[in-house]
């Protein structure tokens, strides 16, 4: 299977914890993207990666996150001190360059995180 | 601030009949649209987009319309399946990387 993979696919940790999410995109795209899905809401965007280049962070995420890719392959999100409103979906997509025509992202199954 | 809004979080639909799902809008800037679909412990998985040019696009048994000045669009899905029962999200793609996504209808295709 050559879509995006993540990993772990549930974490469970106490409040307090740092936790540490993987995500291995689509092999040939250089974007990749972190967004946060919490019960009955659409994913939320939290950040991207352009190659090994964080280009932009949303608001969402506060300085207890650090997001990292740093060859520009697979990428890592890390929560320090996780709080119990962390606990969400945490989703990662790959895409190809926006500049191409048709610039989809590919999801992967989620890391989903709770929070004690 | 919900800009891009699904105001149905669930629709039942015989199978065989059509399935048509809404998405508004808030933002007239707003230039490309996707419908993903989501099962149960998957990913969402794209469906179909729609560029601001078009006003129509189809792919198989689904089709998506868009209404710029009414700022909506709604997917059809034709004939409906029970395979096609999911969550469905509605995205804007107001810039070149991040998606806007609606809070999505859960559609039941009923056999």
């Known amino acids: 299977d050559t879509g995006v993979s993540q990993d772990p696919r549930h974490k469970i940790t106490k409040r307090g914890q740092n936790v540490t999410f993987r995500c291995d995109p689509i092999?040939?795209?250089?974007?990749l993207y972190w967004y946060r899905q919490t019960l009955g809401q659409g994913p939320e965007f939290l950040t991207y990666?352009?190659?090994?280049?964080?280009?932009?962070k949303s608001r969402l995420l506060s300085d207890r996150f650090s997001a990292e890719r740093p060859k520009g392959s697979f990428s890592t999100l890390e929560i320090q001190r996780t709080e119990q409103g962390d606990s969400a979906m945490y989703l990662c997509?790959?895409?190809?360059?926006?500049?191409?025509?048709?610039?989809?992202?590919?999801f992967g199954a989620g890391t989903r995180l709770s929070v004690l | 601030d919900q800009q891009v809004k699904q105001n149905s979080p669930s629709l039942s639909v015989q199978e065989g009949r059509i399935s048509i799902l809404n998405c508004d809008y808030t933002?007239?800037?707003?230039?490309?649209f996707l419908w993903y679909k989501k099962y149960p412990a998957e990913g969402p998985t794209f469906l179909i987009s729609?560029?601001?040019?078009?006003d129509k696009n189809e792919d198989g048994r689904f089709t998506v319309f868009l209404n710029k000045s009414a700022k909506h669009l709604s997917l059809h899905i034709v004939p409906s399946q029970p395979g096609d029962s999911a969550v469905y999200f509605c995205?804007?793609?107001?810039?070149?990387?991040?998606?806007?996504f609606g809070t999505g209808t859960r559609l039941k295709v009923l056999a």
């Open positions: 997509a790959s895409s190809l360059d926006w500049s191409l025509a048709k610039n989809i992202q590919y």
């Open positions: 092999s040939e795209h250089n974007r």
């Open positions: 990666f352009q190659n090994e280049a964080q280009l932009e």
């Open positions: 933002n007239s800037m707003f230039d490309y």
């Open positions: 729609i560029s601001s040019i078009k």
């Open positions: 995205a804007a793609a107001p810039g070149t990387y991040k998606y806007i």
